[in-house]
């Protein structure tokens, strides 16, 4: 078992699984995958299970009899992580739109650089993003912007979905309050975070959109992201999310 422990959740991305499995277990550090997939009826989960037998102590999948947002299958990995002895975790797309090369930096921010959570980040040094229509790069880049000046909170990609958590972040916030399960799920948990206190540093990335599969993006998430944070805002940190960090 390594202390990092790396969370792909996955619908219909038969294309990308084993590609992203094999890149991850070729970086300089040893990092456990962990694949959590919705009943993907492409045959997705299949595939993960023949890797097993190649990677038995390092692969592991967790299936979800229902898909029903992004949110819910983090929250899921973070759990199963929880339970067991993992101090990092990182979330991360199968589309390799997040590069399984910045792991290390991102994981190394935490342990080196003293963040209790690294973001791969877009927006930190101006635009990094390839292949995304003009629209959608403005649509995301105004999204972070939007965010940061709703809430205060002071990170330039709000809505990043590459993510270095330590341990003890996932343990404070309580994931069973976490309201939103589509796009703004990632920014709610940067939200309550901060709110925590936590620091947060962001790394540099170039994101680049996926060349297999389908985008899992939709108008209902994305306005879900757009009203969702109004409230956020203004509701702040609820009392009884309130915990003393150790």
């Given at each position: 078992m390594q202390d990092t422990l790396v969370i792909i959740p996955t619908y219909n991305e038969k294309e990308n699984i084993e590609n992203i499995i094999r890149a991850t277990f070729s970086q300089k550090k040893a990092f456990d995958i962990l694949i959590v997939d919705d009943s993907s009826?492409?045959?997705?989960a299949q595939i993960v299970q023949r890797l097993q037998k190649e990677f038995p102590k390092s692969l592991f999948l967790e299936i979800r009899k229902e898909?029903?947002?992004?949110?819910?299958?983090?929250?899921?990995?973070?759990?199963w992580a929880l339970a067991r002895d993992y101090e990092f975790i990182i979330e991360m797309d199968a589309d390799f739109s997040h590069n399984p090369k910045d792991l290390v930096r991102l994981y190394n921010a935490c342990l080196k650089d003293g963040a209790d959570l690294s973001i791969g980040s877009r927006y930190s040094k101006g635009v990094n993003v390839v292949n995304w229509p003009m629209k959608r790069v403005l649509l995301s880049y105004f999204a972070s912007k939007y965010v940061k000046i709703v809430t205060g909170i002071p990170v330039d990609d709000t809505t990043a979905g590459f993510v270095c958590y330590r341990r003890k972040?996932?343990?404070?916030?309580?994931?069973d309050k976490i309201r939103f399960?589509?796009?703004?799920?990632?920014?709610?948990?940067?939200?309550?975070?901060?709110?925590?206190?936590?620091n947060i540093k962001e790394v540099s990335v170039i994101f680049t959109d996926r060349t297999l599969g389908e985008s899992k993006m939709s108008k209902t998430i994305i306005t879900e992201a757009v009203f969702g944070i109004i409230t956020m805002r203004f509701k702040g940190l609820p009392k009884s999310d309130i915990k003393k960090i150790k």
């Open positions: 009826p492409d045959g997705t898909k029903n947002g992004l949110g819910a299958a983090y929250i899921h990995g973070f759990k972040v996932l343990e404070t916030i309580q994931l399960v589509g796009y703004a799920f990632q920014i709610e948990m940067k939200f309550k975070a901060w709110k925590h206190g936590f």
